[in-house]
């Protein structure tokens, strides 16, 4: 018995313009056609401009992490992997590069893969209203055309072409707790009591930069996390995991071996004359590792052994853009700048061009236009190469657990990514606000990034900058049980945000409670979704394509095959509107209790208050639910009972830990 | 025949915390309570703290020009007035700073004003979801307390005791275009042209910083703007005014006959020895103007004449927080500091330390707290005093254009206010973004700035900063029509703006023009609001406190008594959802024609195309619409007819231009 459904076969054609590097995002083979690329009008001179005509209600999918809607119409948007933590409707790169998009116009349907590590504009209708233009600066691009019959059929081609997609442990999908920084081991045993003492359920507790010993990669403070392994394994006896962040650049400090190292096998990045590239980050000064040279990748991925043989099971890979504080180059500048300023007359001229000089030094294009990469390929630019950096950091790291641990399963997410990486691990979308807007961007985040095979994701839950409120709190929360990624974090200097620490903790723990009781739905969901190249999250609009409300229905998504949420956005809400595309049943989570209403097609206003959760599950479906545990561990799956209309469900279960996903054994047809 | 309401007379109490500075804020007579502040807990120590409980369904409104809702609950705001152009969720202080609430809960109704010029933090049910906590460092305050039977009646009383609120002329009420800056005259009669080519109504330019000589106040670039007064002249022709910019800093320069006037007088705010204090603005260096002495706001004043001369019928003060882009200390600190850095190594720490103070000048507490005010009251460090600083440069110009021109209105509007300044001129809301959530902000934000008598208000619509696109333009547009200043702005830099640029201009043209038609009906609910100290926009929670989803409901408002609007303010969407209090009749224009709906009290989804506007005529109400025309001097009343269910309406109509509001000849009830 196989329960994995058949991949649908379409045509696939690839178009070769200019030299395109290969970066590996792709993995099938395919011939390039000889043709000319269809459905776009093509200009390709100095660069690449594609351009088609979009009308009213057409609409263009996809782009993975983005501002903005499901439909991309009405925006401008630069793949470039950007450490920009003010995502505002403005914001037109954020972490990731993901340059993957399906047009429906009335007379054509498919999808496109603009494949280049160099920065692509898509223009949706901007700068003309009836107009797509996709341009780059670089000559060299591969694309992909993507013929099919439905989106899904599109989606589920292209992400049978890119590999499939990062499986987590289970886990993985509990609830989890962060913040910059827990400082020491009693703090996070602080939080763990915390979580314990109001009977929250808790899987894992991050460790963020301040672990480290003056922010050195895969070291350990002795003062304040020593004797590591012991503290690992006490956690964990708790039912909880650690989880210690990785970063991008490596310290420069005499003695420090990885640096060393480094140093001495030409591991990393270079400036024009061939020196190791110095940029300033949370360390310092740092080098760059670079992992676009596959020796790098094996050298800094057997690096997470370190912490393996201590006992961690899961990592986190940040500042991989990489981000740059400033660089040496900027240091020196400033410091000509300086000297002539000293000795000069200093007016608001100069003050001014000091203010904007050092001002501009953060993430700067004249530094990423200063570093190479030795490649299997040749010596490139970092500029033209940037999109490539964080995504071959998480590849470095999950090609050598695969190695250091090839039985195991181990939790593995980015903040920078580009698709192809989605194979190695997930994202969290980055360093997002406690605001409100910033709930409803991840529900339209999350389609959009399924369709780019990046399926373990999640927001910080709560807000990353700025301070969180209860309220604001409770409803992403109401969010965040369904997305498999399921982290609260927030940012030095901000309100403390850990659930136990709010009037009414009893609120918070129904709404995390709920969570795992739906994780054997929710990761059932995400094991076929990985399995079978699909989408987890799904907008109306795909599955309801002939409904003119439902395609424009931005805050409500699909969930697997069975369920609809449709969570509460906004301040002081006594509800929100959900439309139905088709009836439903209500499903109503009100202090513990379930309460089921069944409700006709259309629109309704819904009344949820900030300790309920309210989800939709379809017509004819069930979905299998279990009772709640402290974590995932301890949740028995014997108690399943299934809920909804529907009389039967196919459940995904294993052990959480190895890897043989398809096994048939795996799949298990629930009856009522 | 008075057509004005009676004012409803209900007990204000007045309660005196420490020594207040007289703000004159309110300028009614108020005897102080012998008895202690009613419905607060106080603490009266080194600053001041009032506490009062709320419940989950209880509500606070006020604080004027405010981020996110309209029921204040969830959020921290402090009364600051601030020159900050990221209106996000997470700002606290906007350009007003405007003290005055109303709490509602199960067993109280009461207005509180909190009147001092110091920082007040209001702190809504954010650091303990039950609390409203009001807090001050400084320990002088005048407290008010109003009661009332119904929100209505409160607002009403505290505006009666703050004064009338300002009214401008008709003209006022046209369609206005601007753009920091249009830089010559040419570049004007451009814009002009392209208005009346498409025939889309235009009654206003607004000329930014550029017209003047080297941003000097009340001097005109010869080059640029020669022969101003022709020019004005020519323009008005067109039936478009001239609306220069007036900045509160005046530059430091030999010569200037302003500045010397201001340093021979000792006009200027002074630092702690008694010099007129510097800081860097547009025009490089500058003294402020010391507005809190009568006699610098008479003198000041009276340079508006220099341009009122030439023709000028209107003028908007900017900057008069007063933003600082840093000082001559902050300039004189950092050549200290690069002294000593170019003389040393110069290594990450002090990049940092460079960085870090930089980027902290502009508009820094150290700067505020480094000079001071001379009041009729005596020598008051600026910190203290800092928010009645833009309400007294917009008082001096108000008061003195009194003088220059009694007979005739003039436009006046500010970037900073405190509550008082109402009476002298309007606000817009500053430097906002092409962002979709402003229009929602600004939805909630026009009936709270009404409670605090600010009645001639309105957005920067298309966004000052950032690119705006077709459709954000068209959907704030519709919003736009209905308040009373209605100005297209945006920043240097950004997309250009102006509606005939954009494909489909009749799309424009058709929304603008319903504007002019609507202008007799929203001149006259101004009027009388202004007249009877009453709101213009109301909250559907003050009409209908019984119904507990129009409590919550806070993307629609009542406009005077007849109308309800519920403006597009999501990208790509087909319609909204719409509650409907009670029945009403629904009125689309579609292409320059006007379809009339019945509709049911309850929810709808309404589609409203982008080129369409949808608003709601309450049941039994009628409301005038006259014939379009491209200004407001062009609009023929006799083309007048009601539209609507009811059967008539009071029309306030009289020459634009004078000041005797209250005549009863002024309203004419019109009949079906």
Request: include cysteine; hydrophobic fraction near 35%.
């Amino acid at each position: 018995m196989n329960f994995s459904r058949t991949a649908v076969i379409f045509v696939i054609k690839k178009y070769l313009f200019g030299k395109p590097f290969y970066t590996e995002a792709v993995v099938k083979n395919i011939e390039s056609a000889s043709e000319s690329l269809p459905y776009f009008e093509t200009v390709h001179s100095t660069g690449l401009k594609f351009t088609i005509k979009i009308q009213k209600d057409d609409a263009v999918y996809g782009l993975g992490e983005a501002m903005r809607g499901i439909n991309k119409k009405g925006y401008i948007y630069n793949s470039f992997c950007a450490d920009d933590p003010n995502h505002t409707e403005a914001t037109r790169s954020l972490y990731g590069a993901h340059n993957f998009i399906v047009v429906k116009t009335a007379d054509k349907l498919f999808g496109a893969f603009f494949d280049t590590p160099a920065v692509v504009t898509f223009d949706v209708c901007y700068s003309k209203f009836d107009e797509l233009i996709i341009t780059s600066e670089n000559e060299n691009m591969t694309v992909y055309i993507i013929d099919g019959d439905t989106i899904y059929d599109i989606v589920k081609e292209f992400r049978s072409i890119i590999g499939r997609s990062y499986i987590p442990p289970m886990w993985a999908f509990g609830y989890t707790q962060s913040r910059w920084s827990y400082i020491d081991k009693d703090d996070v045993r602080r939080v763990a009591k915390g979580y314990r003492d109001f009977d929250i359920p808790l899987d894992a507790i991050y460790m963020d930069i301040d672990y480290m010993e003056r922010y050195k990669d895969f070291t350990v403070n002795d003062k304040t996390f020593g004797k590591l392994p012991e503290f690992i394994e006490e956690m964990k006896e708790d039912g909880i995991r650690l989880v210690p962040i990785i970063d991008a650049g490596v310290k420069i400090e005499d003695g420090y071996d990885i640096y060393e190292e480094g140093v001495k096998n030409n591991y990393f990045c270079t400036d024009k004359d061939g020196k190791p590239f110095e940029a300033c980050v949370w360390p310092g000064m740092t080098h760059f590792p670079d992992f676009l040279n596959p020796e790098v990748r094996t050298w800094f991925g057997s690096k997470y052994k370190i912490l393996t043989d201590m006992g961690i099971e899961g990592f986190w890979n940040d500042m991989n853009e990489p981000a740059i504080f400033f660089s040496q180059n900027s240091v020196d500048a400033t410091h000509e700048k300086i000297k002539r300023m000293a000795s000069e007359k200093f007016t608001i001229d100069e003050f001014n061009e000091l203010k904007y000089y050092i001002g501009s030094r953060q993430n700067c294009d004249e530094d990423y236009s200063a570093f190479y990469h030795n490649t299997p390929s040749g010596r490139f630019c970092h500029k033209d190469m940037h999109n490539l950096y964080g995504y071959n950091m998480t590849r470095s790291a999950g090609e050598a657990l695969e190695a250091i641990v090839p039985d195991k399963r181990i939790l593995l997410f980015s903040r920078a990514s580009y698709i192809g990486m989605h194979r190695y691990g997930g994202i969290w979308t980055g360093d997002n606000h406690s605001w409100w807007s910033h709930i409803l961007n991840e529900i339209k985040v999350l389609p959009s990034l399924n369709m780019c095979g990046f399926l373990y994701v999640g927001a910080d839950i709560g807000g990353f900058g700025c301070d969180t409120t209860r309220d604001l709190l409770l409803r992403w929360l109401s969010l965040g049980i369904f997305t498999p990624l399921m982290r609260n974090h927030a940012a030095a200097g901000t309100r403390e945000q850990e659930c136990y620490l709010f009037e009414r903790p009893e609120d918070f723990k129904n709404i995390i409670d709920l969570r795992y009781r739906l994780i054997p739905y929710i990761y059932s969901e995400y094991m076929k979704a990985a399995i079978n190249n699909e989408m987890m999250f799904k907008p109306l609009a795909f599955e309801f394509p002939e409904d003119k409300v439902a395609c424009c229905t931005e805050d409500q998504l699909l969930l697997g095959d069975e369920l609809m949420i449709a969570p509460v956005y906004t301040q002081n809400a006594l509800g929100r509107y959900v439309y139905l595309p088709e009836e439903m049943t209500a499903v109503r989570m009100r202090a513990g209790e379930l309460f089921f209403t069944e409700m006709e097609k259309g629109h309704h206003f819904v009344e949820i208050a900030e300790n309920e959760v309210v989800f939709f599950i379809r017509k004819g479906k069930a979905i299998p639910l279990c009772k709640r545990a402290k974590c995932v561990e301890e949740l028995d799956l014997s108690t399943i009972e299934l809920i909804g209309p529907g009389e039967e469900y196919l459940l995904y279960t294993d052990d959480g830990f190895s890897k043989d996903y398809e096994n048939p054994a795996n799949f298990r047809m629930l009856k009522k």
